[in-house]
T-cell receptor, first 113, second 113 residues
Framework: GESVGLHLPTLSVQEGDNSIINCAYSNSASDYFIWYKQESGKGPQFIIDIRSNMDKRQGQRVTVLLNKTVKHLSLQIAATQPGDSAVYFCADKTSGGYQKVTFGTGTKLQVIP | DADVTQTPRNRITKTGKRIMLECSQTKGHDRMYWYRQDPGLGLRLIYYSFDVKDINKGEISDGYSVSRQAQAKFSLSLESAIPNQTALYFC????????????FGPGTRLTVT
């Protein structure tokens, strides 16, 4: 079936290092992807998005890479800070119809001071 | 002030009781959503509404109903709560049109005993 999922449930990173969070998707009709950050006790918060006609998009300290050939996207966080500790999950949108957004299960990022 | 608010934030109820979760938004968005979040399963869509007169079932609507009382208000009801409806519930909003970013409320933690 169609799914959006993450390779690793937990990622521990030293403060100051770069973090890479991966996501695989299976729906070839997906044309838009979003990364969300969810801090403990809070709702998900938009980080960055990318359309399927792009390979890379950069934001403030974050970069999303999209590889449509292998249906994979990643979120890179530069100079990881303690405030980056959260659950990160990707979501994809299919083209046409309702344009359903499907959310992945999430990766917990732990920043080690 | 928060753009998307949910009440209550926490609720413990007994099996068979009727429960209503409320969501209000000040973002002026037409589109509103209800999700539940369970560990390891990510966010799953219960119902969504694209305007006041529009209600649509999501992937897990059984046992739930919704009411869109106004553009700013979207409530979720559990007609007869059961223990497997214990979860974290999120309301979200989004603009109509080409952006798919969703803005989430802080969540309601519901426990059915």
């Amino acid at each position: 079936g169609e799914s959006v999922g993450l390779h690793l449930p937990t990622l521990s990173v030293q403060e100051g290092d770069n973090s890479i969070i991966n996501c695989a998707y299976s729906n070839s009709a997906s044309d838009y992807f979003i990364w969300y950050k969810q801090e403990s006790g809070k709702g998900p918060q938009f980080i960055i998005d990318i359309r399927s006609n792009m390979d890379k998009r950069q934001g403030q300290r974050v970069t999303v890479l999209l590889n449509k050939t292998v249906k994979h996207l990643s979120l890179q966080i530069a100079a990881t800070q303690p405030g980056d500790s959260a659950v990160y999950f990707c979501a994809d949108k299919t083209s046409g119809g309702y344009q359903k957004v499907t959310f992945g299960t999430g990766t917990k990022l732990q920043v080690i001071p | 002030d928060a753009d998307v608010t949910q009440t209550p934030r926490n609720r413990i109820t007994k099996t068979g009781k009727r429960i209503m979760l409320e969501c209000s938004q000040t973002k002026g968005h037409d589109r509103m959503y209800w999700y539940r979040q369970d560990p390891g399963l990510g966010l799953r869509l219960i119902y969504y509404s694209f305007d006041v007169k529009d209600i649509n079932k999501g992937e897990i609507s059984d046992g739930y109903s919704v009411s869109r009382q106004a553009q700013a208000k979207f409530s979720l009801s559990l007609e007869s709560a059961i223990p497997n409806q214990t979860a974290l519930y999120f309301c979200a909003t989004s603009e109509a049109g080409g952006t798919y970013e969703q803005y989430f409320g802080p969540g309601t933690r519901l426990t059915v005993t």
